[in-house]
């Protein structure tokens, strides 16, 4: 295949490497997660690798799905996701219905969300969508940014220690990202706000205490 116009010709040297720039999104296959989790909730495929973005971003029912599990509140505010979690938080979205039990389609929200925001191509390979806010199903734009694993790493073991902060609630992302659905659920609309603080903040039993959890 030849390379779109501008693109460096192959063995220029060029030192910059295109993001995705060569990847094949015009032919549909299957895919399947990176990490099956054999009889728990399964992992969706953790970078994205393989899946036709491009596709699944131009079908509108699929786009519409996408956002009806997400509860839209301010530009600063989590958007929180009100589908599919994984063990770890994670959003699951479901973007495309395979036959078969193994739930192949599945994709994490975040990687397809920021792929609607900034492009199909807009993750370089190696590189993740992180969490500024550090809560795991959060669906605001506003709240990703580009890093490394070794970036998300390095910045979720700091901040694990800080007293009332996401990482150190005491129920474990998945269990605080559930807190946050169930509340969701059950309030009307006027206590909305107040009812996701009372089921974040339920996870920081400690209350004021600054003891760093060890
Ligand atoms: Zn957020």
Known sequence: MRPPAGEAAPGSGATVPRPAGGEDTTVPRPFDPDRGEPGGEPEPTATGEGVPWAELLAEGETVARYWSHV????????????GGLTDTGHATFRAVSLPGRTRRGTVPAHLFGYRLAHGPVSVPRGMVVRHRCDEPPCQNPAHWLLGTRGDNNRDAASRRRLTGHALADVRGAAGRARAVQAAIAAASPEDLDQAIAAALAAGNPSGAHQDALF
């Open 71 to 82: 509860l839209r509140r301010g530009p600063d505010e989590c958007w929180w996701w009100t």
